[in-house]
Every structure is written in structure tokens, then in C-alpha cells.
């Protein structure tokens, strides 16, 4: 259970099995965002049509309504939501951060008000682990501190090393071994905190890591770097999961720089709010342009939306307000992500992914690829074998 | 083409095949409403899964957004929604009176300010037609004025003459074989003008007939009166369409009275409000109690939310605002409505519709069956056939 068998390489990219017990799913992998129990506006057979493999659910959110025993007496998330795969839950820390008001981090947890009715909720790492255990994913995460950016270094210090007590409470009060629990690296954009979460952290030999911390407010040029330090040094064996990540663009940087794991609330919200993803950007279909339009968003793309319908008609939706635009919007781009991470596989199977995410990135860039993107693709240190 | 096939029939019930150009549907049925190019929240896909046969557009809509030209250029409105079967496309004349700003009725037709931009606007029986025709569907209906209740004797009187006035240029203009008009009779709650309406539309012997100018206001006791006078005196063998309708319980009661074709924006309207139709009645998902019950909404339906979620999981969804919430209960109510009218269907086949639709109706209004619905079961006077 929770073996990660890597199938090929190419550069530091890898395509891996990740055995879970609710499936073996392939890496590099986007997971999509379910926070309330549901990947909002698509249903859990969309889903596996699509090439979803493992949803993430919020353990903030679902504490807080419809609070985690309702799901557990659904059989966990899966019953609850329907959707038979794997699922990955967080830890609640991230959102407690940004969501909670009036929050207090002592040793102990979190106290903070509920941004719902504003009643006092106190999160630790034995609750958090203990809700997890509840919704019941396959893979549960440790309950963490991803300080602000920017954050003093003294904070960030400070904040790594309560966040590695927390894990060892979460790793002592954890019961289930049908759920693998992932450590978290934090450290922030410096590399000598990085070190020192590394250090701490990977003796603890969790059946994989996360990258925590970025995709926080600080530039490409500032993330990239630090991905490229923290993912170099995680175990060769174990996946590798970049939190909250990610853009296209990002995915193919990640994955660049040896990352299995991605996951974003931004192809359905982006899609929400009226924009299609595609290999030459993402299309405003808000604009007037694609009201005439009689093509599909990509001819490549073979989503419902793609195959059924054109520009002009998803536009009408858009204007008119209709519920099928931001559905059909967040199944595209939802799909354009898995079909990325796809031919991403592809490329690496072929021990081609940097000529195939440079073409990428020439397209998708318009020739005006940034030297963040290149760089990540031509890692000056290659790792050792 | 348009040949309407009764198959059975059980008092003035009947169950028959209607051939279209897109596909031969059978009625009775029920048509989802599909305003502005799209059912609200479900895909073509899933409405040939639940039994829908034929789909609804609204000709006021469409021709202001995006215009009935942009849809022409998509090969109609099966090219525009990618629904491949049969359409039906009203005249634009209901909505004109409740949606329409500032209109003035004149014989040459209706001038109102548009809901969207304020802009003046023209729709005449040969506009109306012209529309029709570009969106493409394989039913048309006839421009008509449809009074508001309560209205004037007078008014009505003068109101349907107009109408057959407008049937007339309607039918002149027409071009299209492919496309079926169906006239609209009038006369409101008032059986001298409803017989007057039937002499005056009768001859011009288009393939089916409406029963307009109901579900307006008035009470069941005052309109059911009205559709058993009506449908009673329309043509065996053509299609009886008593436009607007509705509920379960009119579907039920139509059904007995010789109806033939319903639509309706209540299912998926009541849905979006958090309301899931079932044999014991509107459930209202909004309420505690769903929040805590673990079985699907009913446990008969087959629908994709009946076969997939709890009662307790739809609440949550539809607390948290979630965007599948709406789109599952409209599915649902439109399966149930599809489901009541096969039931029906199939009652008539074996000779016992009465008797199904008296056992439905005690279920339904549990044991208190109102007056009017009785009264709809059984007609005093049987047709002679």
C-alpha cells in the first residue's frame, strides 16, 4: 500500500505509480479541488470521464459544515460525494490561515473564528488528524503553519519548527493505516530554512512529502527556486506534492523540477469566471471576439464542451448567465489540466520532456518564454542518480 | 411527417407516437423548458438519459440573445445546443406580455422595449415565423395574444379574433415543410369564448392544436373546466398541447382530459429554489430534516442524484451554495416529471388510467384529493368516440 513505483525518467521529471487503496493513480497528477465535498459543478462521473484520478477535500470547510461525522456516517468522502477514487485531504492549517478570522496559534493549535457564524473553533494536529480520519482519504496531510508572504525569517524559523512538533503529535495520535499521512516541507523562499525543514522533517520517513509555502503571494522567479532546492532533496521513492499549485505553466515547472503532485482551485475558477485554458493561453470568453466564433474552444481538447460545442454558444451562456457556462467552462479546464499532465507523461515515457515542454512553452508563451519557465526546464545541477 | 399515431386510450386519455423530422416522440409527454438555448444547469447528454423527448426554446429570448441569426448559422437550434432531437419554439407572443416593457398591441402585432437594453422592438405574426424558422425546430407555434387574467369579456373576445387574424398571416408566411405550426386557441375561463375561438381555429386544420391563455393566474377550479371543454372539441388525431403546464398534479389531470403535451418551467425552476418533486409531494430540501436522512430523495426515482446521493449531501450542497445542488435537483425533477408521464403512459396502455391516476392522487395529495382533480379523473361527459 502507498508504494510509488517510478516508471521513467527524463531530467529530474518522473512518471511514477502511486498504489492507494482506493486505486493506483499515475503521476505527474493535477488533482482537482472538491472544498465543500464537491468539485463545484461537476459531477463524480465528469470526473472519471475526464481522467481525474485523486480529489482533494477541505477538512476546514467539511468540519465546519457539514461537520466530519455526517461524512463519516456516508462512509467517508467517497460515499459522501460519490465519487469511488482516491481522495487527499489537507490539513486545515492553510485555511484556518486565510479563511479563519481572529486566529490564535499557540504550541497547542489554532483557535479561530468560524468564517460561517462566527463561533469559536479550536484546530489542533490531533484534531485535524482526527477529522481526516473521519472523511477518510486515502492520503491525509500533516496539520502545518504556511506563514504569510512576506514573513520575517525569524517567523518562518520559528513557525517550521512548531510545524515539526505538530507532526510528530499528528504521526503519534494517527490510527488508521489505510491512510498514508504527508509531511510537510516549509521554509519559505529561503534555502537555509528549507534545509533546516528537510532536515527535520524527512527522518520522520512519511510515504510522501509536500512542498508547503509557496504559491503564496512571492514571484515565479522567487517559487521556482525554491521548489527546484526543496523537490531535489525529497526522497527519490516517495511522491512529491506541490500544495496549491497550480497555473499551466506552473505544472510544467514543476513537474520540470520533479514534482508528482498538483492541485488548484484555479481551472474551475478561472472557468467560473469565464476563461478556457488552452496550449496558446487562457481565451477571455467574456470578450466579444468569440460571440461569432463557430469553432470549439481547442479542436485538440476532447471534452463534452470541445465536442459538442462552439465559442459563440459558451459565450451566449456566459452573457445570458446561464449555469451550463461555468460548468462546461471548469470541465474544460479541468480537462485541459489532466490532458497536460497526460502528454507530460508522455514526454517523460519518451525521456523527451524538456523538448516537449519547451515546444510547450514556445506556444503558450508566444516565443516570449520567461526566463523563470526556462530555467526550471534546465536545472543547473542535475541530481545524482 | 407530423403523424400523430394513437396507440391506446382509457376514457380521454390517450397514448400516441407524434413523427417529427427529428425523431417520432410519444406523448403524453412533457417538454423541458430550454429558454435561452439551454435547459438551466443540464447537458443534452443528460436529457436524453432521463426520457426527454422534446425540447422547448423561447423565440423572445432567442431573437434579442443572441439572435436568431447566430443560431441559424449553428444549423438551428439541435447545431446550437447540440441536443440532436426534436424542438418546439413558442412565438414569442406570451413572453412579449410578461417580460416586454412599454408594449403596445396593435393588428399589425406588438412593439415593446427589450428586458435586456431597453431597445424597441417589432414582433409580428410574420416576424414571429421568421424567427421560428431560423431557430429551426421542427414544431412551431402560431403568434398569438395571450390576456392576462383577469381580463374583460370584451377584451378577450377581440383579443382571439385578432389572433386568428394572426394565425392567418402566420400560415401565409410560413415556408417551411419541415416545420409544424400548431394554432393556439383562446378564449380564457369562459366556455362561449373558448367555443368561439374552436369554430374560428378548427378549419385552418394545422397538424396539432394549443390550449393557451391558461395557467395565467386563474384557480384549478377555474381552469381544468376550461381544458376538458377545449381538448374535448380539438381533432382525435392530432396533438393537444396545453402550453405552460406544470405540475404533477395538472400533468395528471391534463393527462385525463385528453392532453397530449405539456411544458413547463417549474422543474427545474423549484429545483434551483431547493425543492425536489416526488409522489408524496414537493419536498423542501432547504428544511432541517433532509440535512440528516441518509436515503436519496426517493429511492423509486432512477435518476443520476437518486442513484448517487443522499438526501443529507443535496442539503449540504445546497446550504454551501454549491453549484451542483441546483443542477441535481432539476435533473431529478425532470426525470420525475418524464417517470409520472410514463407511468401514465403505461396505465393507458393497460386501460386503467383512472384507476392509476385516483391511486397516484391519493398518495400525492395524501388522502385529501381536491375537487377539481376528481373532477378531471372523471369528466361527465365521456366524448363518443
Same mark, same amino acid.
Given at each position: 500500500m502507498f508504494?510509488?513505483?517510478?516508471?521513467?525518467?527524463?531530467?529530474?521529471?518522473r512518471t511514477a505509480q502511486f498504489a492507494t487503496p482506493?486505486?493506483?493513480?499515475?503521476?505527474p497528477m493535477f488533482m482537482p479541488v472538491g472544498t465543500q465535498g464537491t468539485v463545484k459543478g461537476i459531477s463524480p462521473q465528469e470526473l472519471t470521464e475526464i481522467g481525474s484520478q485523486m480529489i482533494l477535500g477541505n477538512t476546514y470547510h467539511l468540519m465546519l459544515r457539514p461537520g466530519e461525522a455526517l461524512v463519516e456516517a456516508h462512509g467517508g468522502l467517497p460515499g459522501f460525494t460519490a465519487y469511488p477514487g482516491p481522495f487527499l485531504t489537507d490539513s486545515g492549517g492553510f485555511q484556518v490561515m486565510s479563511l479563519g478570522h481572529m486566529r490564535k496559534i499557540t504550541e497547542e493549535g489554532v483557535v479561530f473564528k468560524s468564517h460561517l457564524d462566527g463561533s469559536l473553533v479550536n484546530l489542533t494536529p490531533e484534531r485535524s488528524v482526527q477529522v481526516q480520519e473521519a472523511l477518510g482519504a486515502d492520503v491525509i496531510m500533516a496539520f502545518d503553519e504556511c506563514p504569510p508572504f512576506p514573513a520575517e525569517?525569524?517567523?518562518?524559523?520559528?513557525?517550521?519548527?512548531?510545524?515539526?512538533?505538530?507532526?510528530? =503529535?499528528?504521526?503519534?495520535?494517527?490510527?488508521?493505516?489505510?491512510? @498514508?499521512?504527508? #509531511?510537510?516541507?516549509?521554509?519559505g523562499i529561503h534555502e537555509d530554512l528549507r534545509q533546516r525543514s528537510l532536515d527535520l522533517t524527512l527522518p520522520f520517513g512519511t510515504p510522501g512529502f509536500a512542498i508547503g509555502?509557496? @504559491?503564496?503571494?512571492?514571484?515565479?522567479?522567487e517559487m521556482f527556486p525554491a521548489v527546484a532546492f526543496t523537490a531535489e532533496r525529497l526522497p527519490e521513492n516517495k511522491p512529491r506534492y506541490l500544495m496549491g499549485v497550480g497555473h499551466p505553466?506552473?505544472?510544467?515547472?514543476?513537474? #520540470?523540477?520533479?514534482?508528482?503532485?498538483?492541485?488548484?482551485?484555479y481551472p474551475t475558477r478561472t472557468g467560473r469566471f469565464g476563461y478556457a485554458l488552452t496550449?496558446?493561453?487562457?481565451?477571455?470568453?467574456?470578450?466579444? #471576439?468569440? =460571440?461569432?466564433?463557430?469553432?470549439?474552444?481547442?479542436? &485538440?481538447?476532447?471534452?463534452? #464542451?470541445?465536442? /459538442?460545442?462552439?465559442?459563440?454558444?459558451? @459565450? /451566449?451562456?456566459?452573457? @445570458? &448567465?446561464?449555469?451550463?457556462a461555468p460548468r462546461m467552462l471548469s470541465l474544460h479546464n479541468l480537462r485541459y489540466l489532466h490532458r497536460l499532465v497526460e502528454r507530460a507523461r508522455e514526454a517523460i515515457s519518451r525521456g523527451q520532456f524538456t523538448e516537449w515542454a519547451t515546444e510547450w512553452g514556445d506556444t503558450y508563451f508566444k516565443g516570449q518564454t520567461p526566463e523563470w519557465f526556462r530555467k526550471a526546464l534546465h536545472p543547473e545541477t542535475a541530481r545524482p542518480d
Open positions: 508504494e510509488f513505483t517510478v516508471q521513467a525518467r527524463s531530467g529530474r521529471a482506493r486505486g493506483t493513480v499515475q503521476t525569517r525569524e517567523y518562518i524559523r520559528a513557525s517550521l519548527e512548531r510545524t515539526i512538533r505538530w507532526l510528530e =503529535r499528528c504521526l503519534t495520535i494517527k490510527r488508521k493505516s489505510e491512510q @498514508a499521512l504527508f #509531511a510537510i516541507v516549509q521554509g509555502g509557496l @504559491a503564496v503571494g512571492e514571484s515565479k522567479e505553466e506552473d505544472l510544467v515547472a514543476g513537474i #520540470a523540477l520533479g514534482v508528482d503532485m498538483f492541485d488548484c482551485v496550449d496558446v493561453g487562457r481565451l477571455n470568453m467574456n470578450s466579444s #471576439a468569440p =460571440r461569432r466564433q463557430l469553432e470549439p474552444i481547442d479542436p &485538440e481538447c476532447d471534452c463534452y #464542451a470541445c465536442r /459538442h460545442y462552439t465559442r459563440a454558444y459558451l @459565450a /451566449h451562456l456566459l452573457r @445570458a &448567465e446561464e449555469m451550463l
